[in-house]
């Protein structure tokens, strides 16, 4: 430390200063604390001279310096360390009077924008994170802003600005570079990094003076003006001069006129008029919208809090505004109820992450209950880019939410039984129909089960209705426990029951019903007295030709027959899609010169491991599954009508349906190994020959030939004939038998 000068070195060339010296209550102390050496120990406040300097450079501004002392003193130190430092550099440098009074002003204000950073950043003792370190970069924004707004002209400003810029410009935006940079802006970016690397931090340690010039020399050229770095480190390198200059330069502006000059209210860059005129629009509707509306700063403070919200949340806008904001102010969660944690609060990462969202979140009312909202989070940016902070409108959607429950509750009142809690009948009708056309499209296997309790009438009569309910409920429950996750269970009505089986074999839902078979016999039901009961099961597969009733209908005559051998047993009617392809293996001069009977769409011959007796069972269940008028009936032959509208591939609501003409007859022959088979010659016809003209006939009658073959169980068929659809086909393709694909079944 360099002795401290006493008063009577005071020049008396600067006795010229009159009466406006009085305010100064010792020349002498200025003196000496001006020829201190810039390594002086920070104490907690500042000293009477420090005081009377700062009030000596900034007047009526002072209180800007005050106010960053109140914040962070540290920080004000610093800022009085570094005024220091140019101000005996500008003396070195021979500045012009006006030049060092700004840069003085410049240096004690130029962190003034840290007022705005929250506490905890500043005291932050170690690497701030990507959030904070947002919020420090912001303080140079806070304090160009704040000194806008009362300095008088932007020179001030200006060097504060550029105090920030680099040297060659590849940092940041800014207009100048080089030597265009105000030279007390070059001069204040050196003063400000010196003190910042030799002072101890709350971060790190002090640096030592040789390496800060190191550290100065190597950024010289890119951050820093290589010439400034080294007329500084060459002062720096010497003993200071002790002739009380320096101070004196300071004590020159002791007249209000002088010291005030700086300052002024400056509203330009406000558009004042403009502003008076567009805020009260932007107020009332703020104030006046229904949605709740919240601001929020980059520091995460709240700003706004209209009447909405203040209705929404049951707190007031004094209670709130100028408090941080926390996830818990509102008890936020998801629209599950989960709790949000400080980092995936939807709010704090708009605000870190600069990103908008719309979520869909619940809140605790003024009620104390919680509500369903739906938030619209938005990042506020700058002109300049930076994030400035947040908006948040949230839109009370409790009241949509009950109607959407309100809806839901509805349909499943209406596509429900009410006793069971199964789908009822209606909702299992337009199931199955879905069921049968997706995979009838796909050519995938999907099965139904209809199964109904045995006796279920001597139940009631015994036991009572109320016992009957309760046995429903028992066996609706037991069905929904096995039944997999995509099979639909539904009350057919009265004891009646059917389960949907997609993607499911006929084994596969034999094996279901079996299974729930056997646990409905072996389970006692209280409400029988501790007594079991038991059901009997229809199961059949989707097959070739089948519609939504066929396939219905073949499972009820499943059950029939489970009930005509004893009930409580399993029944499977069907060998669904799996059948082999069979060819027409007919020769060729066959193929050739066989003979068409126009009148009829198709006629075939099927071979059928099936005895005889057996096989006019099977054609029996045909007639049931598809609603077949029996026309006559002899020991070798029957006539069947199949009504068109219980076939598929109705186009349109207008066609007219095609009733068709079955005719099948039957004759025994001996298989290969000696076993005694079923030879069937079926033909189909239109009723009458001008149905033959509708253009789905023919499709019809396919359908039709490919149920009747699973029914039967075929595996070869003979004299094969197609009636022709659009075209003849040429003698070519009769030789070879490369007519359209049916005929080559």
């Given amino acids: 430390m360099e002795p401290h000068t006493n008063s009577g070195s005071f020049d008396p060339a600067d006795e ?325 944690t400080h980092e995936t609060d939807p709010v704090r990462v708009s605000i870190t992450a600069g990103t908008q969202g719309m979520h869909r979140l619940s809140i605790r009312n003024s009620g104390g209950k919680f509500v369903t909202v739906t938030a619209h989070i938005v990042p506020v940016v700058g002109e300049d880019g930076k994030s400035l902070g947040t908006t948040i409108q949230m839109h009370d959607t409790s009241g949509v939410e009950s109607l959407e429950e309100q809806i839901q509750s509805l349909h499943y009142k209406a596509t429900r039984d009410p006793l069971t809690g199964l789908v009822n009948r209606a909702e299992m009708d337009r199931g199955l129909v879905d069921m049968v056309e997706r995979h009838t499209t796909a050519g995938r296997a999907c099965s139904v089960i209809i199964c109904d309790i045995d006796f279920f009438k001597k139940i009631n009569d015994t036991f009572g209705h109320q016992a009957g309910d309760e046995a429903l409920i028992c066996f609706a429950k037991q069905l929904q426990q096995h039944a997999r996750s995509a099979d639909i269970c539904a009350r057919y009505g009265g004891e009646e029951f059917v389960i949907l089986c997609p993607s499911c074999s006929n084994e596969e839902a034999g094996q279901l019903a079996e299974k729930i078979r056997s646990e409905v016999a072996a389970t006692p039901q209280p409400a029988l007295g501790g007594k079991t009961m038991s059901a009997s099961f229809g199961v059949t597969e989707l097959q070739r030709g089948d519609t939504a009733d066929s396939i219905l209908n073949r499972a009820d005559r499943a059950l029939l027959q489970s009930k005509e051998m004893g009930r409580n047993i399993v029944t499977q009617i069907g060998s669904g899609l799996k059948e082999p392809e069979i060819g027409d293996r007919r020769s060729w001069f066959t193929r050739m010169f066989a003979p068409v009977e126009p009148e009829v769409l198709i006629k075939r011959a099927m071979k059928t491991k099936v005895p005889l007796n057996l096989a006019a069972e099977k054609i029996r269940g045909f007639v049931a599954d598809h609603r077949a008028e029996v026309l006559s009936v002899n020991e070798e032959a029957i006539k069947i009508m199949v009504d068109g509208e219980s076939l598929p591939l109705q186009r349109r609501v207008a066609d007219r349906a095609v009733p068709l003409i079955i005719e099948l007859k039957f004759s025994p022959i001996t298989g290969e190994k000696g076993g005694q088979h079923t030879k069937v010659q079926i033909s189909i016809a239109p009723r009458r020959n001008r149905d033959r003209r509708k253009r789905d006939a023919i499709e019809r009658a396919r359908h039709l030939l490919m149920s009747l073959q699973s029914y039967m169980v075929a595996y070869e068929f003979v004299d094969t004939t197609f009636a022709a659809e659009e075209e003849v086909p040429s003698w070519w393709s009769k030789l070879w038998g490369s007519s359209p694909k049916p005929e080559s079944r």
Wanted: net charge negative; proline share 4%; aromatic share 8%.
């Fill in 16 to 340: 010229a200063l009159g009466p406006a010296d009085d305010p100064i209550h010792t020349i002498s102390n200025l003196i000496a604390w001006a020829d201190q050496d810039s390594d002086e120990t920070v104490d907690e406040e500042f000293g009477e001279a420090d005081n009377q300097l700062i009030q000596v450079s900034l007047g009526i501004a002072s209180g800007l310096f005050y106010s960053l002392q109140a914040k962070h003193f540290p920080t004000a130190s610093h800022s009085l360390r570094v005024a220091k430092l140019c101000s005996r550099w500008a003396a070195t440098l021979d500045l012009e009077a006006y030049q060092r009074d700004q840069l003085e002003v410049a240096a004690l204000l130029h962190d003034i924008g840290k007022m705005g950073v929250p506490d905890y950043v500043l005291a932050s003792p170690g690497k701030l994170a990507a959030e904070e370190q947002q919020l420090m970069e912001r303080s140079q924004d806070i304090g160009l802003e704040i000194l806008s707004a009362c300095c008088d002209g932007e020179e001030i400003v200006d060097l504060i600005r550029y105090n920030y810029a680099w040297f060659d410009g590849t940092q940041g935006d800014y207009q100048l570079k080089g030597k265009d940079i105000p030279i007390e802006a070059r001069m204040l970016a050196i003063a400000d990094a010196f003190d910042s690397m030799t002072v101890d931090q709350i971060f790190r340690r002090a640096r030592s003076k040789e390496r800060a010039f190191a550290e100065l020399q190597s950024f010289a050229g890119s951050q820093f003006d290589p010439d400034l770095v080294s007329n500084f480190c060459e002062m720096m390198s010497h003993p200071l001069p002790t002739s009380g200059q320096s101070t004196r330069n300071w004590l020159k502006v002791l007249s209000p006129e002088q010291v005030n000059k700086h300052w002024r209210v400056n509203q330009n860059g406000a558009n004042p008029s403009k502003m008076r005129s567009l805020a009260p629009f932007q107020e009332s509707i703020v104030r006046h919208i229904h949605d709740a509306v919240v601001f929020i700063d980059i520091n995460q403070q709240i700003l706004g809090w209209n009447q909405a919200a203040e209705r929404l949340t049951g707190l007031t806008r004094d209670a709130v505004e100028g408090h941080y904001w926390t996830s818990e102010l509102l008890g936020l969660a998801d629209h599950q109820g989960r709790k949000f």
